[in-house]
């Protein structure tokens, strides 16, 4: 699991005095240097982008830091693992929101322990990603029998889910990206016991 | 020959129509007067305009300075002539720099040219602005982030689209004659390409007989168009960002550029939504206008997302 803290990599990459992730080249100088920690170490399963100190957020960084990893990673030539979201505020979601459904994306953010869903998601599928939250690690027939629907619709919106890195498989079950084993509902943290 | 162009006593973005009116009719290389020795009241669309009519011409433009005192105090403490003096030639008497400390001047005018600029806007007016919405105006706390983000969009277009630096101004003042509640007012002008030849610079574009600058504004303010759509998806939230947070907040947003005005008009102005065949003037002169709020706050406006904090949490 890896952690990144949006806030350092702004300050440490653009400029020392910048609280704000606004302007679109700010926004893509914070991406290209999260993307360059995934070239030198690779993708982890799960990373966390946590936006906990960003006091700021504008459309602009929106698109290129949340909309342009998630589109990198849910690409059928994307990394291999899972990103989910944390220390998104109530200011960060309408440009956060608003990026999402223009690329018609969504992303799991954790707040206080609990996995959210943001952005683009039919209803199937939100239905499907609230059981797995709740119930996860969870089988196919256990989705299926909660919902009251065949395996075989339950297994597509699984599918779906996970190549849209909103789910993802384990022990032969589902779970929401960056759950702690054994005890789904933890919050993340910087790194060890996730995953 | 001296044209003597006459500056109105009060100015704001519509009677500096009369400023436009009178430049568009003065040939280029003219030499020409600025005359706004009887001006009393400026807006900040009238500050920051009127900086951008020396960068609209080629020739050095003479200015005479408001011959009121108060006025020019005021014009002083909003940063006007710290900036008019590089570009106009400057004709009378004009107070020594001080630093804009009233409380109405939120963001003096301030030069934007390139993205730390706008870091610079948005990282100044960020606490003042908290007190000042919410102190002042009566919004809601959440409207700080928002009105940052803007700003921040606001001031973005003329990094990306002008071609040209502009200039940006925030302050609150009472709206008596409209709407008899404070305000607080951005204006963000420059004078350089405009929304038509930026859009037009796009690979993707397509000019139709109907195209013009009335188009162009509904495109890129109505329909996210953006110059850098072709290829990337991602462009032209900015304006659609700015729309919305009008739109939730009651305000008004006006864009003029070229010889179009398109306006966002709440139910207490009477301004019109589009205006068309105006004299022509280059780039694109920006207008926001959030009211205090009396009564209830207003709800969010429905997203895309399928949850939110504070709504149909998941």
């Known amino acids: 699991m890896m952690h990144i803290d949006v806030g350092l990599v702004l300050r440490g990459t653009v400029c020392d005095l910048y609280s704000n992730l606004v302007t679109r080249p700010t926004g893509a100088a914070v991406r290209t240097a999260i993307e360059q920690q995934f070239g030198e170490i690779g993708a982890p399963a799960v990373t966390t982008i946590d936006f906990s100190q960003v006091n700021l957020l504008d459309f602009s960084c929106a698109d290129e830091i949340v909309a342009k990893l998630l589109l990198r990673f849910t690409s059928d030539d994307g990394p291999p693992g899972f990103l989910t979201f944390r220390g998104i505020h109530e200011g960060h979601i309408d440009p956060i929101e608003t990026v999402l459904e223009r690329h018609a994306l969504a992303l799991v953010s954790w707040h206080e322990g609990e996995a959210e869903l943001f952005g683009c998601v039919e209803d199937d599928e939100r239905d499907h990603w609230l059981v797995v939250r709740d119930r996860g690690p969870v089988q196919v027939e256990t989705v299926a029998r909660t919902l009251n629907v065949t395996e075989e619709f339950a297994m597509a919106q699984l599918e779906r889910l996970t190549r849209r890195r909103l789910v993802m498989r384990r022990d032969e079950g589902y779970t929401v990206p960056g759950v702690v084993q054994g005890g789904p509902g933890s919050l993340p943290t910087n790194g060890s016991g996730v995953q | ?314």
Not at chain 2, 44 to 53: I, M, W
């Open chain 2, 1 to 314: 020959m001296t044209t003597v162009i006459s500056v109105p006593p009060s100015l704001d973005e519509h009677t500096f129509e009369q400023v436009i009116e009178q430049l568009a009719a003065t040939p280029e290389g003219s030499k020409i007067l600025l005359d706004a020795r009887h001006a009393r009241w400026a807006s900040p669309y009238g500050l920051t305009a009127l900086l951008c009519v020396p960068q609209a011409r080629t020739e050095r433009i003479a200015f005479a300075v408001p011959e009121n005192p108060d006025t020019v105090s005021y014009w002083s403490r909003t940063g006007f002539f710290r900036h008019a003096a590089d570009l106009y030639e400057l004709h009378g008497a004009v107070p020594r720099a001080r630093e804009a400390h009233e409380s109405d001047v939120l963001l003096e005018i301030t030069p934007i040219t390139k993205s730390d600029d706008v870091h610079g806007v948005v990282g100044r007016i960020q606490q003042k602005a908290a007190d000042i919405l919410h102190g002042q105006l009566n919004l809601d706390t959440a409207v700080t982030g928002a009105f940052g983000m803007t700003l921040s969009e606001a001031c973005q277009n003329i990094v990306e689209h002008a071609g040209l630096g502009g200039w940006v101004a925030v302050q609150t003042y009472k709206y008596t004659r409209r709407l008899g509640r404070r305000v607080v007012v951005i204006s963000v002008c420059d004078a350089g390409v405009g929304f038509r030849k930026s859009l037009e610079s796009s690979p993707g574009h397509r000019r139709s007989d109907r195209w013009d600058d009335a188009m162009a504004l509904e495109d890129a303010v109505l329909r996210a168009a953006s110059r850098f759509r072709h290829g990337d998806a991602g462009r032209g939230q900015g304006l659609a960002g700015i729309r919305r947070f009008v739109g939730r907040w009651h305000g008004k947003l006006t864009v003029r550029s070229g010889t179009a005005r398109l306006g966002i008009i709440p139910e207490w102005d009477e301004d019109v939504p589009m205006t068309e065949g105006l004299p022509f003037f280059p780039g694109a002169q920006m207008q926001i206008i959030i009211p205090e709020r009396v009564g209830e706050a207003p709800a969010r406006s429905a997203g895309g997302g399928a949850a939110s904090r504070g709504r149909s949490r998941l």
